[in-house]
């Protein structure tokens, strides 16, 4: 089965077409800058490539470009979009409603509506995605595949808020979580890489510009960093993960700003940015550390200082770790990160080997020592893969 697997976002959309039986990937592509002046990057083939400047004032021009790019002239990896045979579609909130993934129909089309309020630049371009599919190709099966989804076996005690209650009955106020295909992919993957098969004990760090940690007990998340929105939790590339009320209040007063600019601020101008003052990418703060710049030092510092943070909560949550897993873009790559926050875990039982932990890889790996109770892992992550495979097993039925 061929699933062609959509992410749409608010001015862009990332796409692949893969065969979740065989996990071949024949093509992945990025649509940038929709609405703009539109920009298509395709690779295919034997590691061939192809980039178009093209005009696309909507997604709907964009997803047409992609399927004749697909079908036809130099890009082409198939003979039609009859060879397509059904659509996954990535959905970033599904709020308490979707425990799983699920095929698109009008009621989760409005029902997604209805959640446009907790992720509103988000779900809106999931939801047109989604539409325009149906449109394009009637008939194909389209699944949403959400990011909140693996989140959903949370205890209440672990996602509600200390809020009056009539907030999460009125509102549905409470920590939801995200990066879900993710954690679910990378827990699973260590799983399988660890001789305990049972009552596993897995930390996962999803680490990139936007990152997240959770605690998965035995497959089943049981608390994550994020919260109502993706802003809560840890510093990232420009969001500022956990700050106190009472200093987002005091900042509004002293800078006489709405709790919008607030927010603004908060999302687009902090984390690695905000505290560096040089760049939301954490490649570019460690060059600035290595060559002695103090706010890229203070940077790098923060952000192992608040993942470690997160493991040894997780740690006492789960009674435990198993398994430590580093994944995502800073995860997989940042060695100095890994080494900053495995630092002092040994009572723990995590030990890192730090000639595993410098050796570059695009495998998933084990990094601990051999002596360390517990395991170390590397797993590069693919959301796009869950996504298929979820594809395939609600249109076929298969188990």
Same mark, same amino acid.
Do not use: W
């Given at each position: ?25 024949? +093509? ?33 021009? +964009? ?115 995200f990066h879900g295909t993710s954690h679910y992919f ?55 993960g956990d700050v106190g ?155």
């Amino acid at each position: 089965m061929l699933v062609f697997i959509l992410n749409a976002g608010s001015s862009s959309l990332k796409y692949q077409l893969m065969n979740p039986v065989t996990q071949e990937t024949l +093509a992945v592509g990025l649509c940038e800058r929709i609405g703009i002046d539109g920009v298509l990057k395709h690779e295919f083939g034997d590691n061939q490539k192809l980039k178009v400047d093209v005009s696309m004032p909507t997604h709907k021009e +964009a997803i047409e470009l992609v399927l004749k790019t697909l079908t036809d002239g130099e890009g082409k990896v198939i003979s039609s979009i009859n060879d397509i045979e059904a659509i996954g579609h990535r959905a970033v909130h599904g709020g308490e409603d979707f425990a799983g993934s699920v095929m698109v129909t009008d009621a989760v089309i409005n029902k997604m509506k209805e959640l446009i309020p907790l992720a509103p630049l988000h779900n809106p371009a999931n939801i047109m995605g989604m539409e325009i599919c149906q449109d394009l190709m009637p008939g194909k099966p389209n699944v949403a595949v959400f990011d909140t989804a693996f989140h959903q076996t949370m205890p209440d005690y672990a996602y509600m808020y200390a809020l009056p209650h009539e907030q999460y009955t009125k509102h549905g106020i409470r920590k939801y979580g995200f990066h879900g295909t993710s954690h679910y992919f990378v827990s699973n993957e260590a799983r399988n890489m660890l001789d305990k098969k049972q009552n596993t004990r897995i930390i996962v760090c999803h680490l990139g510009n936007g990152s997240s940690v959770s605690a998965v007990l035995d497959g089943k998340c049981i608390d994550t960093s994020m919260g109502l929105t993706p802003v809560q939790g840890l510093m990232m590339g420009t969001r500022a993960g956990d700050v106190g009320a009472g200093a987002i209040q005091y900042m509004m007063s002293k800078e006489n700003i709405t709790i919008d600019e607030a927010l603004n601020i908060m999302n687009k101008k902090s984390g690695i940015l905000g505290i560096s003052e040089k760049s939301s990418d954490l490649r570019e703060v460690l060059e600035g550390q290595a060559n002695g710049d103090k706010k890229c030092d203070l940077a790098v510092n923060m952000v192992a200082y608040n993942i470690k943070k997160y493991v040894g909560a997780y740690a006492a949550a789960l009674d435990g770790v198993d398994a430590l897993c580093f994944t995502g873009g800073i995860g997989e790559n940042a060695a100095l990160i890994r080494e900053k926050v495995c630092a002092g875990l040994d009572g723990m039982g995590l030990v890192v080997d730090p000639v595993k932990n410098n050796k570059r890889s695009q495998e998933s790996r084990d990094i601990a020592t051999n002596g360390s109770a517990g395991r170390i892992f590397v797993i590069p992550t693919n959301e796009e893969y869950v996504i298929a495979n979820d594809t395939y097993k609600i249109v076929t039925g298969v188990k």
